[in-house]
């Protein structure tokens, strides 16, 4: 496998990971939520454009691992 075609077939991982790492790191410290008499924190649930931001991301990321797959199955 050419370095060109790794960095291809990781480009869906590394967009993964950095949707997920972005996703989870955008608060301020309070959850917006009342840890209440019992202590937990329950998170609030993500807007519907948060999570067609991330259907997105991981669109893009299926559609570039399936682009890298097609390619190097062409260069046998």
Do not use: N, Q, W, Y
């Not at 990971?17 to 301020?28: E, N, R, S, Y």
């Amino acid at each position: 496998m050419t370095r060109r075609l790794r960095a291809a077939a990781l480009l869906p991982a590394a967009a993964l990971a950095f949707a997920v790492l972005t996703g989870c790191g955008h608060h301020d410290g309070s959850t917006g939520a009342d840890p209440g008499a019992s202590g937990t924190i329950t998170p609030s649930a993500p807007s519907a454009s948060e999570l067609a931001h991330m259907k997105k991301l991981v669109d893009d990321a299926d559609s570039a691992a399936s682009a890298a797959e097609k390619d190097a199955s062409g260069d046998k």
